[in-house]
């Protein structure tokens, strides 16, 4: 018997299945539309039925098709140059972004199946740009064009906008959709570029004459913009709407939380206020979700240590510290193992502050100061959930370290972050925080070092020999042939020489012998001595292989890696 083919529910059977609409209220709107020769789902709002976000969330899950809320899209000036404001109004569509790398546009529409309305898109298109559609109401869609066409949407333009125009800067909108005011779309621009350059901060930074605009972009800080100080507190203001602060508050330090979607990914903005000499400092803290979760496979480290993380993993009882300064990958690295141990037959469940990126089948926590609730209560309680796997945000006290120990100790598998300069340092600060050589020893699956560093643009590296010190540093003996490469810039890099970043670990897995040492309170040396004739690579090691493979370059890994005793040896 041959299968029968999948049949798409009509629209109103499925507004009726779900309770949105009765019956009656479907005929009704059925006579309605024969009578108007409109939409069925257009009629049904206009008849006070259902709203229209109802009906688009009912439309997408018919279709099977992802829908956009355009009143959180941040509008992409690349975008909307791309389609004439005449020709969106005439066919109902809304350009939200485009994607350069993937040549890709997105666009807004009432109605993802209407062939003849995609090809018309595409004909006005550059060639190789292909168009991918998202559902929307067709009153949320022309609201947008009203919105967003019309007006200056880049930098440079809103800002020469803003010093030639009759413009009153002490006059600050604080709706969302006030698009003409400059101010707020001075604010999205500097969010959409951010994201687009791949920043992780964006830096707003008063000084006594003016204000500077920083982005950090694979890890060290980048001057974009310097403005004057007469658009700062329309900027403030913006800012502080935007993430639900307090904007009568100057005085004090204060924490807020935007979320957007820009360049058709979900984008969080972790905000933070703190009041300076010459006003409010305004640092914003970009988490994109959809950068946040990279599978093991995808990491950038060495395949030796990607076969530790693995090795580790199968243990089915201890703890896995990842140790190394704030800003190393520590959160991207413990996620990126969770990710990979996580299927329906565990139950993982995590204690973080706060909780950055959403993981589906996991139960994430965030520390609650409103009750009190602090890493060592959390456990506490994460402990009477059932769980396999635990994720502990930081140990950063005794009681958290205790909590965690014990529960490792009691069977289950539990990883946490831990500040010290060095895998093997991680003993000595849990001593420091009351942890006994005999609760420690056995229960420690392993320790990772990380720090990260940025990999040089292949674009425009060039290849150079070593020269004395260089030999010296990167353990070259002599008559051995080793090429190295130095950063340039270039367009693809802007002008850096350097484009991401990838991991430098170290990766200290224990075994009975190191057990041994920690019970008898050995030193680090001794340690690091015994660790070494196992196979223990430091972070200088992997350091200096990353810089022999033309990944990196010396003077970069150098930044975060000590060489000293390189120099003294």
């Known amino acids: 018997?041959?299968?029968?083919?999948?049949?798409?529910?009509?629209?109103?059977?499925?507004?009726?299945?779900?309770?949105?609409?009765?019956?009656?209220?479907?005929?009704?709107?059925?006579?309605?539309?024969?009578?108007?020769?409109?939409?069925?789902?257009?009629?049904?709002?206009?008849?006070?039925?259902?709203?229209?976000?109802?009906?688009?969330?009912?439309?997408?899950?018919?279709?099977?098709?992802?829908?956009?809320?355009?009143?959180?899209?941040?509008?992409?000036?690349?975008?909307?140059?791309?389609?004439?404001?005449?020709?969106?109004?005439?066919?109902?569509?809304?350009?939200?972004?485009?994607?350069?790398?993937?040549?890709?546009?997105?666009?807004?529409?009432?109605?993802?199946?209407?062939?003849?309305?995609?090809?018309?898109?595409a004909v006005v298109l550059p060639e190789g740009v292909r168009v991918e559609p998202l559902l929307a109401s067709e009153s949320e869609i022309m609201l947008a064009i009203d919105q967003f066409y019309g007006f200056e949407l880049s930098i440079d333009g809103i800002l020469n906008e803003i010093e030639t125009g009759e413009i009153d800067l002490r006059v600050n909108a604080v709706e969302g959709n006030e698009y003409s005011h400059p101010t707020v779309r001075l604010v999205d621009?500097?969010?959409?570029?951010?994201?687009?350059?791949?920043?992780?901060?964006?830096?707003?930074?008063?000084?006594?004459?003016?204000?500077?605009?920083r982005?950090?972009?694979?890890?060290?800080?980048?001057?974009?913009?310097?403005?004057?100080?007469?658009?700062?507190?329309?900027?403030?203001?913006?800012?502080?709407?935007?993430?639900?602060?307090?904007?009568?508050?100057?005085?004090?330090?204060?924490?807020?939380?935007?979320?957007?979607?820009?360049a058709g990914n979900p984008i969080d903005f972790r905000v933070a206020a703190q009041p300076t000499l010459h006003g409010e400092n305004i640092v914003l803290r970009i988490l994109d979700r959809s950068k946040a979760i990279v599978p093991l496979e995808n990491l950038d480290i060495t395949e030796h240590h990607?076969?530790?993380?693995?090795?580790?993993?199968?243990?089915?009882?201890?703890?896995?510290?990842?140790?190394?300064?704030?800003?190393?990958?520590?959160?991207?690295?413990?996620?990126?193992?969770?990710?990979?141990?996580?299927?329906?037959?565990?139950?993982?469940?995590?204690?973080?502050?706060?909780?950055?990126?959403?993981?589906?089948?996991?139960?994430?926590?965030?520390?609650?100061?409103?009750?009190?609730?602090?890493?060592?209560?959390?456990?506490?309680?994460?402990?009477?959930?059932?769980?396999?796997?635990?994720?502990?945000?930081?140990?950063?006290?005794?009681?958290?370290?205790?909590?965690?120990?014990?529960?490792?100790?009691?069977?289950?598998?539990?990883?946490?972050?831990?500040?010290?300069?060095?895998?093997?340092?991680?003993?000595?600060?849990?001593?420091?925080?009351?942890v006994k050589p005999g609760m420690i020893a056995g229960n420690i699956i392993g320790i990772v070092g990380q720090r990260l560093v940025r990999k040089l643009c292949m674009e425009c590296r060039v290849a150079d020999s070593p020269n004395e010190l260089e030999e010296m540093l990167l353990d070259i003996d002599d008559g051995e042939s080793v090429q190295i490469y130095r950063a340039v810039g270039c367009n693809n890099c802007h002008q850096q020489g350097y484009k991401g970043r990838l991991s430098l670990l170290e990766i200290l897995k224990m075994d009975e012998d190191l057990d041994d040492l920690i019970t008898n309170m050995a030193s680090t040396r001794e340690i690091n001595k015994l660790a070494v004739t196992k196979g223990f690579l430091r972070l200088v090691d992997d350091a200096i292989g990353r810089v022999k493979n033309g990944e990196t370059t010396l003077d970069e890994v150098s930044r975060v890696v000590d060489f000293s005793s390189r120099l003294s040896a």
Do not use: C
Request: glycine letters at 6%.
């Open 1 to 121: 018997m041959s299968a029968q083919p999948k049949v798409r529910k009509r629209i109103g059977d499925q507004l009726i299945e779900s309770g949105v609409i009765t019956p009656d209220q479907l005929k009704i709107a059925v006579l309605e539309q024969q009578q108007k020769n409109e939409r069925l789902g257009n009629v049904l709002v206009r008849l006070g039925f259902l709203t229209e976000s109802v009906l688009k969330e009912a439309l997408g899950e018919s279709l099977g098709q992802d829908s956009v809320n355009l009143q959180e899209v941040v509008p992409d000036p690349d975008a909307i140059s791309m389609i004439d404001k005449s020709l969106a109004a005439r066919l109902k569509v809304m350009p939200i972004s485009y994607v350069p790398g993937e040549q890709k546009l997105l666009i807004a529409m009432p109605d993802t199946f209407d062939i003849l309305t995609i090809d018309r898109v």
């Open 189 to 213: 621009a500097f969010m959409t570029d951010a994201v687009k350059q791949d920043a992780s901060d964006i830096h707003f930074e008063p000084e006594d004459n003016f204000l500077r605009v």
């Open 215 to 262: 982005y950090r972009i694979d890890g060290v800080l980048r001057q974009v913009r310097s403005l004057h100080k007469k658009y700062w507190p329309s900027i403030v203001v913006r800012l502080k709407v935007l993430s639900d602060m307090n904007i009568a508050e100057m005085r004090a330090p204060q924490d807020g939380h935007i979320s957007l979607k820009i």
């Open 306 to 434: 990607r076969s530790l993380f693995k090795l580790m993993m199968a243990r089915p009882e201890g703890i896995i510290l990842v140790t190394g300064p704030t800003g190393s990958g520590k959160t991207t690295t413990l996620y990126s193992l969770l990710n990979y141990l996580n299927n329906e037959t565990v139950n993982i469940m995590t204690l973080e502050d706060p909780v950055e990126y959403p993981m589906p089948m996991i139960r994430q926590s965030s520390i609650n100061s409103a009750v009190k609730m602090d890493f060592a209560d959390g456990i506490r309680s994460l402990m009477r959930q059932d769980p396999d796997i635990i994720l502990v945000g930081e140990m950063r006290d005794s009681d958290t370290a205790h909590m965690g120990f014990r529960a490792a100790m009691t069977g289950h598998q539990v990883f946490s972050t831990l500040h010290t300069n060095s895998a093997i340092g991680a003993f000595a600060r849990l001593l420091d925080m009351g």
